[in-house]
T-cell receptor, first 112, second 115 residues
């Protein structure tokens, strides 16, 4: 069974640009969550989607947004990139919201 | 603020030594508890979970953890570590349906097992 797939694996952008990251959950999983991981802050929750609806949102500015499609695939978008957005962005999927989350390899975003 | 604390940031053990990694959380009420492991160059993997029932839970690769509600703790243990257990270990907690299922992670413990 294929795991959680995140694309791209690495991304380099400059300040002010925008970026879209993609996540394909494990087949059959309907819940997708996104996390930001940095050396200083550790893991921070961004948002969770279930059946195309955002169910929960972390404490991030409106520049961070996401969506989920009918096939459960999810994207997150960050607009007007800042240097502080450099991080590893992790996607996790689970069968339903109250099930263990399975993580992808992440997308490492570097802002120059 | 609700938090998850892992007391040991770096642990170095010799092979066959016993392991115990501490995890404490500050949530009240019902919680779900997890330990994840990240081997070098790999993604986070679920080691074990506690939702309810027997507070002593067994996971993969010989790991176990004990939930002690009165101490708000969920410590990870392994009787005899191997070199292949070298990895970073993360404790995580969520509150369940009333607060969503977002995981709140500890800062992690880096374990190095020497031959």
């Amino acid at each position: 069974k294929a795991g959680v797939t995140q694309t791209p694996r690495y991304l380099i952008k400059t300040r002010g640009q925008q970026v879209t990251l993609s996540c394909s959950p494990i087949s059959g999983h309907r819940s997708v969550s996104w996390y930001q991981q940095t050396p200083g802050q550790g893991f921070q929750f961004l948002f969770e989607y279930f059946s195309e609806t955002q169910r929960n949102k972390g404490n991030f500015p409106g520049r961070f947004s996401g969506r989920q499609f009918s096939n459960s695939r999810s994207e997150m978008n960050v607009s007007t990139l800042e240097l502080g957005d450099s991080a590893l962005y992790l996607c996790a999927s689970s069968l339903t919201s109250n099930q263990p989350q399975h993580f992808g390899d992440g997308t490492r975003l570097s802002i120059l | 603020a609700q938090s998850v604390s892992q007391h040991n940031h770096h642990v170095i053990l010799s092979e066959a030594a016993s392991l115990e990694l501490g995890c404490n959380y500050s949530y009240g009420g019902t919680v779900n508890l997890f330990w994840y492991v990240q081997y070098p160059g790999q993604h986070l993997q679920l080691l074990l979970k506690y939702f309810s029932g027997d507070p002593l839970v067994k996971g993969i690769k010989g790991f176990e953890a004990e939930f002690i509600k009165s101490k708000f703790s969920f410590n990870l243990r392994k009787p005899s570590v191997q070199w292949s257990d070298t990895a970073e270990y993360f404790c995580a907690v969520n509150k369940g349906s009333d607060s969503g299922y977002a995981l709140n992670f500890g800062k992690g413990t880096s374990l190095l097992v020497t031959p």
